[in-house]
């Protein structure tokens, strides 16, 4: 409700473009800190909405009569955002390979959820894309069982099946390691394929969330330590890893990785079919340097929080 001295634009002003503003810079820079502390980096996941935040109140400072305050605010929140997420867009990537190349393989990854809501359009949008390879996230016993047997596909899980991997071709290795989160490391599967380049690895992964600051650096932990048994060459990563590419953290841990991240600032979270307002990359597929991608996509919404991914690679011959 109004003051009764204060006009509309005075209300808008004060009570909305100033604060927003502030908000948004204020934030965005302490997030900078994140370079230096993990607790301050979970601040930079959301970067996006800083951006955001500061855009509008750049626009607005453009029918404010009183328009410097929230222009320095709104240049300030856009500076300190595109100074965290630029890097994803800056960085090299490995050059494509064309359509036609041979010995492809599909791989999807998909967050379930825990939810089966959906079951039917799951495994129909499924079936017609036909993966080669299926990396799951948090699914159910019944949501397995209808991939393994209705697809025909191979289940692979690790102690646990809190990560499953459905495979066309029977595996040729399956990897269990000890305990089922692996001390305080992530949920993790890992199997081993025959494919026309040679064996290759696939290793599916869930993280704790990032507020969880201790597990999330054991997760990271953990998976490094799992990665140094593989030939990371030949190896295919994919999962839920609650992080986004601008966080730092993130960056430190994949740069050990010895694998490309192929997935490019693609929104997963939240996944929404009304609206599409997925603005976290959090899901990501990384792979080694014996694979060139041929394309990776987001599937549709099927009644899961997160977005599938759909990535297509090809063995790299030279």
């Not at 079951?119 to 799951?136: F, I, M």
């Not at 507020?211 to 997760?219: D, G, R």
């Amino acid at each position: 409700m109004l003051d009764r001295d204060m006009s509309l634009p005075r209300f808008v002003h004060y009570r909305i473009v100033l604060p927003v503003g502030a908000v948004s810079a204020g934030l965005a820079l302490v997030a900078q800190g994140g370079r230096f502390n993990a607790h301050l980096d979970i601040l930079t996941h959301f970067a996006p909405i800083y951006l955001a935040g500061g855009t509008l109140v750049l626009v607005a400072a453009l029918f404010i009569h009183q328009r410097l305050a929230p222009a320095l605010l709104g240049a300030a929140a856009v500076t300190l955002s595109l100074i965290l997420m630029a890097p994803e867009f800056l960085h090299p990537k490995s050059a494509p390979a064309p359509v036609g190349a041979p010995g492809q393989i599909k791989l999807i990854q998909f967050n379930a959820a825990q939810d089966s809501h959906g079951l039917e359009e799951r495994l129909a949008w499924l079936a017609r894309e036909d993966p080669d390879v299926l990396v799951v996230e948090d699914s159910r016993p019944v949501f397995q069982t209808a991939i393994a047997k209705g697809m025909g596909r191979h289940m692979s899980c690790g102690m646990t099946c809190e990560v499953a991997i459905f495979t066309r071709a029977a595996p040729v290795r399956i990897e269990s390691p000890r305990r089922g989160r692996y001390g305080m490391g992530p949920a993790i599967a890992i199997v081993h394929l025959a494919g026309a380049g040679g064996e290759y690895t696939v290793i599916g992964t869930h993280y704790d969330w990032p507020t969880n600051v201790e597990y999330q650096y054991y997760n990271g932990l953990r998976l490094l330590e799992l990665l140094k048994r593989q030939d990371t060459t030949r190896t295919i990563l994919a999962g839920d890893f609650n992080s986004t590419p601008w966080s730092f953290v993130r960056r430190r841990e994949e740069a050990k990785y010895g694998m490309e991240r192929r997935t490019r600032a693609l929104p997963t979270w939240p996944a929404d079919g009304r609206f599409g307002l997925a603005f976290l990359p959090i899901d990501h597929v990384y792979a080694g340097s014996g694979w060139r991608t041929v394309s990776i996509t987001r599937g549709p919404p099927i009644g899961s929080d997160h977005y599938p991914l759909v990535a297509i690679f090809a063995p790299r011959t030279h």
